[in-house]
Structures are given as structure tokens and as C-alpha cells.
């Protein structure tokens, strides 16, 4: 097992420089827009318009999240049969027609349904595009396509909510609809013709096998799974504080303003390191590794400051947020740099789909397991527990690569 995916790396300039790569990016912006400008929108409808709680917005977090556990990994399947621009442009179609449906959505349950049917939607379009990525660009730029692609999808995080938000107080959340239902459409024509290359077709087996060989592959490649166990326990540390942020920052006596400007910079955080990690195609285990120790250390040490009761600087406290979030990308893109250096393209989606579907299912147990060790023990130990795990694992893994080396 090597480290090592590219002699050479490469550079966006190189990667933008080619046309179906940058028509794929370009392509990205009104698609991953879509995923999160009507975001604050649901919400406002669910609580301010409706008057529901905490119980219907936990199902709402699940109708999100759910669909690619459950949904992503039998799609996957036929995307991998499937002509992978035909895929790019239905999933916007119909990601689009279902938040169009919202518009017209009169109680609690339609919208909760309606949700679930984008999110599975959204769980073909997410593989097909580490596909297109796979299928379209050169080897030595796979890592600066992945962080290009992260950091576009970063931004709308960052930027989607807020617009959304802004939105509001102009025009009512069905119109918000509307307007992400055309930022889809934009999307799915910007697909056409995309010029992708053909794939080989293969002959169909029964459903159980081609589900399993998702699966099969990264019993089979130990850096695919050194990969996945390292994405799934560092997303699991991370989900068991990422709620309790705004616990955090009262912790330290600041104010809502605070919490918003902390965000904002755990957000900015991860855009640049997101760019960054795109940069660093040479060594992405070590990426990980190395960044992990940097981030659960910095955890670690604001944790323990919270726990004593030590006043932090306030600027201080926002550089070490961007330090965490700017640690997720250096997770995220050398993750999916390794799956599609390392997995043959006839099975890219479906390999794609089961490693996103099990880091979903234990994202999903770590709010609840933080919450818990907040409640017992304090905001801070959850903090202290999920950057110690990070800590330990850049740690082991730092290790277990050294040993291996001659």
C-alpha cells in the first residue's frame, strides 16, 4: 500500500483549463446552490409559519440525511450502468421538480416527504459527479478537481443559508422555492452535452451482487479502507461537538453576534482549506494524518480552556473554529481523491455511495452520544472527547504509514 497517488501534482489553473472539467465545476455552482439556498427558507416555514418544534426539525435532519444510507447505495447501482451525463442532468431535473413541489406544500408531512424524495435525488447526483470527475481529468489533477469541487460546495453552505435568510425578509419561502427550483434547471442545462467520455458497457448481474461490490472493493483495497475508516471515526469526533457550538461560545461569554461570526469563520475555514488540501495531491493519507493532529489539538486545547474557565480572546476563539472547520476539508478531499485513484471506473458510483452511506450512519449516533456528554459532564468534555479522538487518530495513523515506509 502506498501513499502516493501523483508524481507530479497539478494545479486549478491546469484543471480549468480543460473544458469538461471546467463546464463540471461551473456546472457545480447553481447545483450545489440548489442544495442549501432554501435551507433557512424549510426551516422558517416549519417553525415561524407552522409553530413546530424541536421533534419535527429532528426529522427534518433526518428526511436530509437519511436518503444516502438507504437510498444512495441502490442507485448507485444503475448509475454505474447508466450514461453518466444522462444521470447529472435527471438528477437536477428532478432534484429541481421536488423543490418546485414545495411551493404548493400545505402541511408538515408533505414537506418532510418532499425533502426526502430531493435528498434521494441528490444521493444519485453526488456519486455520478465523483464519476464525471473520475471519468474527465487527469490523474495528477484529481486532488485540485476535489478541492475545487469542495470548496464550491463550501461556499454554498456558507452563502446559501444566509441568502436564503436575507430572502426572507423580501419574499415569502414559497417564492424561495421557486427560485431553487430554477438555480436546478440552470444546473441540469449546463449538463447537456457535457462531453464525457463513454464507458464500457458490462453486462448486468442480479441486484445483491452489484450492491455488494461497493462494498467488496474496499475489503479489497487497503487504502481505500484505511481511507474510509480514518473519514468515518474523524466525522464522527467532529458531529460530536458540531451542534454544541453555540454552547461553547456562551461557555466563553459571547453573545449571539459571536456565534454567527464563529460560524461564519468555521465556514471560511473550510473554503480555504478545502482550496488548500486541493493543492497537496502528493501524499493524502498524510494529508489527513497531519491535519487531524493539527485540529484535535487545537479542540483539545479549547476545550480544556472552556472546562477551566479561562477567558480566550475572542479573535483567538475564531481562528481556532477555522482551524477545526479548514481540518473537514483536509478529511474530505483527499478522501475522494484516493476512492477515484483507486477504484476502477465501472464501479466508481457504487463505491462512491457505500463509503458516503456509512460515514452518514455514524455521523447520525454523534449528536446524540455529544449531547449526552454535554449534558453529563459539560459542553467542553464533548469537545475534549471528539478533538482527543481526532487527535489519537492522525496519531495512529501518522504511525502506522511511518512503519510501513522502507
Excluded at 470527475?133 to 463550501?154: D, F, V, W, Y
Amino acid at each position: 500500500m502506498t501513499d502516493t497517488l501523483a508524481t507530479k501534482p497539478g494545479g486549478y489553473r491546469a484543471l480549468l483549463a480543460l473544458a469538461v472539467p471546467r463546464r463540471l465545476a461551473l456546472a457545480s455552482i447553481p447545483a450545489d446552490f440548489a442544495d442549501w439556498l432554501d435551507y433557512a427558507a424549510v426551516v422558517a416555514l416549519l417553525v415561524f409559519a407552522w409553530g413546530e418544534g424541536p421533534f419535527v426539525l429532528a426529522l427534518f435532519g433526518f428526511a436530509l440525511t437519511l436518503p444516502y444510507v438507504l437510498i444512495g447505495p441502490l442507485l448507485a447501482v444503475y448509475i454505474d450502468r447508466t450514461p453518466l451525463g444522462r444521470v447529472l442532468v435527471l438528477s437536477n431535473l428532478g432534484r429541481g421538480l421536488t423543490t418546485l413541489a414545495l411551493v404548493f406544500a400545505s402541511s408538515t408531512p408533505l414537506v418532510l416527504l418532499l425533502v426526502f424524495l430531493r435528498s434521494s435525488i441528490d444521493s444519485a447526483f453526488t456519486p455520478a459527479r465523483q464519476a464525471a470527475i473520475q471519468a474527465s481529468t487527469p490523474p495528477t489533477l484529481l486532488a485540485s478537481a476535489n478541492g475545487l469541487h469542495q470548496a464550491i460546495n463550501q461556499t454554498s453552505k456558507i452563502a446559501g443559508p444566509a441568502l436564503g435568510g436575507l430572502l426572507l425578509a423580501f419574499i415569502p419561502a414559497q417564492s424561495v422555492f421557486g427560485l431553487n427550483a430554477v438555480l436546478s434547471l440552470v444546473a441540469a442545462l449546463s449538463l447537456i452535452k457535457l462531453g464525457l467520455p463513454l464507458r464500457e458497457a458490462r453486462e448486468p448481474s442480479d441486484i445483491r451482487t452489484e450492491l455488494s461490490a461497493g462494498a467488496a472493493e474496499f475489503r479489497r483495497n487497503r487504502m481505500l479502507l484505511l481511507a474510509l475508516v480514518f473519514s468515518a471515526v474523524a466525522y464522527f469526533a467532529f458531529f460530536l461537538y458540531d451542534a454544541l457550538i453555540a454552547l461553547l461560545a456562551a461557555d466563553f461569554g459571547f453573545g449571539p453576534t459571536a456565534f454567527g461570526f464563529g460560524i461564519a469563520a468555521s465556514g471560511g475555514g473550510g473554503l480555504i482549506g478545502a482550496l488548500v488540501a486541493g493543492r497537496l495531491a502528493s501524499h493524502p493519507i498524510a494529508c489527513m494524518s497531519w491535519s487531524a493532529m493539527l485540529s484535535g489539538a487545537v479542540t483539545v486545547a479549547i476545550a480544556l480552556a472552556a472546562m477551566a474557565h479561562i477567558a480566550v480572546p475572542i479573535w483567538l476563539y475564531f481562528a481556532a473554529l477555522a482551524v477545526m472547520g479548514g481540518s473537514t476539508a483536509f478529511m474530505l478531499v483527499p478522501y475522494r481523491t484516493i476512492v477515484q485513484a483507486e477504484t476502477p471506473p465501472d464501479r466508481i458510483a457504487r463505491v462512491f455511495a457505500t463509503g458516503e452511506a456509512l460515514i452518514t450512519t455514524v455521523m447520525l449516533s454523534a449528536p446524540f452520544i455529544g449531547s449526552l456528554i454535554a449534558s453529563a459532564y459539560g459542553t467542553g468534555a464533548a469537545f475534549l472527547c471528539g478533538g482527543a479522538l481526532v487527535l489519537l487518530l492522525g496519531m495512529v495513523t501518522a504511525i502506522t504509514m511511518l512503519r510501513r515506509l522502507p
